[in-house]
């Protein structure tokens, strides 16, 4: 570090504490050795001056001002943007549904209502009965979220689910790239500018705005960058039990957020380390021994902590195995790296079609300047390790989320891709495929990041080139980035809940545990009604993933409806009459006493006169309760 002489000639002084670079460039190496005295002056993020008594100084105060001022404004832009994407959703908490995936919002509300549930009433977090009535879903086998859960339980409580689920989606992003903007500046490349362009990559890139029409366990990658940091680190360790406890512990908590981001940052790691034992195959092995005592202190804190829930998922009650259908059918095409996202400024309504599984899975869609611009970084800075490095992920794991035929466009071909080898091993076969494109969009944000660092450094040192260097800088990051700039998310209605459940009337009807029956049995029904009541009843059906059958533990959507459920789903639809026979009768009887029902209970419907008249036929006649027609069934079902 140089600072200014009170003669004005300058003196240096090394850091005190220099960032883990990523890169060759940045005078530190892409997987840095240990710690040795610096033989050359390095730029720090935020250093220490020790010059002596004659050296000029900025206050230590003013600095961390300065920096603390920084950060607020950036972390207010990422905020800003968060909203810009999700505002639609905020006009109206309770009334709207945001993005094009209603379903999956309803299932993270309920799951986001359940955890409040479990921390009032010490419940399993893991497993429960409350849906799917009354054999449970596994929660470790679908998406728990069980620290965002827990950490948002008092908003849960004190402005329902629906305002937790929007708070999360939010937060996710904003909370995504400034992490991302912290550790690029801190600790990997010491520039705040390309610190802001990694941290808007990774934060908004159309991965994460799409994901955010219902995924939040996906979007919610605010530890991903300290992840990437501590394995980095891993390699200069000279306290490797510290360092493994830190590691282990952020592995654990990235456990109980998403088990699916966790993995891809693992398959992201292992890639790296393999593109690195290619490249550096003496220097990975010199590295490896301090690595492994770090990452070995690291598993062993994470088996302790998660063996519970790794048995849960793995053989507990309702486990499943693998995905329903062919992994194929959740892929990318080659053309999606160069498109448009649907909610993008770029792309628009077709901008996607046929090039990737659905509105949520867009995990590419860059753009041909965002691709043509990280090929020239990758070109320009290739005597760097780390940018091999990186253009190998980048690469690798993009050809991964194609699936087992590489194909340009919508239609399929018949060329293989390496994915093939792949194709049918455990756990691997449980992924959405398209999601390896998360890996690419990391690997584009830090190559993008290494890139402006590294011209802002020749800025630096060549005053003379400084602001045309600077400027040119400038209009292609925008030129590249402003289309692929998310637009924002579409909102619309939501079907409102009764107000016998929403004002908690409920209660007085169905005991703790015991289920309350909605009327047509639907799985959305079920999933909205127990949401509003913070799972205080228990729902028959749902909205998961769970085995076959008892026999088969293959995974499907939902379970098979009751018999009951599909006579009054079909009388629901106008398409049988109401009457009822003696089997008719009796089956709904038995099916009562399946779902462990405490009320059967049918709200306004198109169909409420036929609906009433078939379970009037089965259980009684019903009373008015509220806006629902209620029929209390404890007698025959306890």
Not at 21 to 39: D, K, N, W
Not at 202 to 221: E, K
Not at 550 to 576: E, F, H, K, M, V
Not at 602 to 618: G, M, S, V, Y
Request: with cysteine; aromatic share 8%; charged share 15%.
């Amino acid at each position: 570090m140089t600072t200014a002489h009170p003669t004005g000639k300058p003196t240096s002084s090394p850091p005190a504490d220099p960032p883990e670079a990523v890169a060759e460039g940045a005078r530190a190496p892409s997987v840095p050795p240990a710690p040795a005295a610096p033989q050359t002056p390095t730029v720090t993020a935020d250093p220490e001056v020790t010059a002596g008594p004659e050296v000029t100084t900025v206050p230590h105060r003013r600095r961390w001002s300065g920096r603390r001022l920084v950060d607020l404004v950036v972390g207010l832009a990422f905020v800003a943007g968060a909203l810009w994407v999700t505002g639609r959703g905020w006009l109206d908490i309770d009334g709207r549904l945001l993005g094009s995936r209603p379903d999956d919002q309803g299932f993270n509300e309920w799951m986001l209502a359940y955890a409040a549930h479990a921390v009032t009433n010490l419940e399993n977090p893991f497993f429960t009965t409350l849906q799917n009535a009354p054999d449970g879903v596994n929660l470790m086998s679908n998406v728990g979220m069980q620290l965002p859960g827990i950490l948002l339980t008092p908003v849960t409580l004190l402005g329902g689910a629906p305002l937790s689920y929007l708070l999360l989606i939010t937060l996710n992003l904003a909370g995504t790239a400034f992490a991302w903007y912290w550790v690029l500046d801190r600790h990997l490349t010491g520039n705040r500018a390309a610190a802001v362009v990694g941290g808007l990559f990774c934060g908004f890139a159309p991965a994460m705005v799409t994901h955010s029409n219902g995924h939040p366990h996906i979007t919610a990658q605010w530890l991903v960058p300290f992840l990437v940091w501590r394995i980095v680190r891993m390699t200069r360790s000279v306290a490797p039990v510290r360092d493994g406890l830190v590691l282990g512990a952020l592995v654990a908590a990235q456990f109980f957020i998403s088990v699916e981001v966790l993995f891809l940052v693992a398959i992201g790691a292992l890639m790296a380390t393999v593109a690195h034992l290619a490249l550096r195959p003496r220097e990975t092995v010199r590295l490896a021994p301090r690595a492994l005592g770090a990452l070995a202190v690291a598993g062993g804190l994470v088996l302790l902590v998660t063996a519970y829930p790794l048995w849960m998922q793995f053989a507990g009650p309702q486990h499943r195995i693998g995905h329903p259908g062919d992994p194929d059918v959740y892929t990318l095409r080659v053309r999606s790296f160069v498109a448009y996202a649907t909610e993008s400024i770029g792309g628009g309504p077709d901008s996607a079609q046929g090039l990737a599984p659905n509105t949520t899975e867009q995990a590419s869609f860059f753009g041909w300047p965002v691709v043509v611009l990280v090929a020239a970084a990758v070109l320009g800075l290739r005597r760097e390790l780390a940018v091999r490095v990186l253009a190998v992920v980048a690469l690798v794991a993009g050809v991964f989320s194609l699936g087992s035929t590489l194909s340009w466009g919508p239609a399929k071909s018949d060329v293989p891709a390496p994915f093939a080898l792949l194709h049918d091993l455990p756990i691997v076969d449980a992924m959405v495929i398209a999601r390896f494109a998360l890996i690419t969009t990391v690997a584009f944000g830090l190559l993008l990041a290494l890139a402006v660092a590294r011209l802002d450094g020749l800025a630096t040192r060549t005053p003379r080139v400084a602001a045309p260097l600077r400027l040119l800088t400038a209009a292609a990051l925008v030129g590249a980035l402003l289309p692929m700039l998310p637009t924002p998310l579409p909102a619309k209605g939501r079907v409102p809940v009764p107000e016998f459940v929403t004002s908690g009337e409920w209660r007085e009807h169905v005991a703790d545990g015991r289920t309350l029956v909605p009327v047509p049995v639907h799985n959305m029904t079920s999933i909205n009604w127990g949401s509003a009541a913070l799972t205080g009843f228990a729902v028959p059906q749902g909205y998961f993933l769970g085995p076959t059958s008892p026999a088969d533990d293959t995974g499907r959507w939902g379970t098979p409806p009751r018999p009951t459920a599909l006579l009054l789903t079909a009388i629901g639809a106008g398409t049988r009459p109401p009457t009822v026979s003696a089997a008719e009768r009796d089956q709904a009887l038995a099916d009562a006493r399946w779902w462990r029902a405490d009320a059967v209970v049918l709200p306004r419907h198109a169909h409420e006169a036929e609906l009433k008249t078939f379970l009037d036929a089965c259980f009684g006649p019903g009373q008015r309760v509220r806006d629902v027609w209620l029929w209390d069934v404890r007698p025959v079902t306890r």
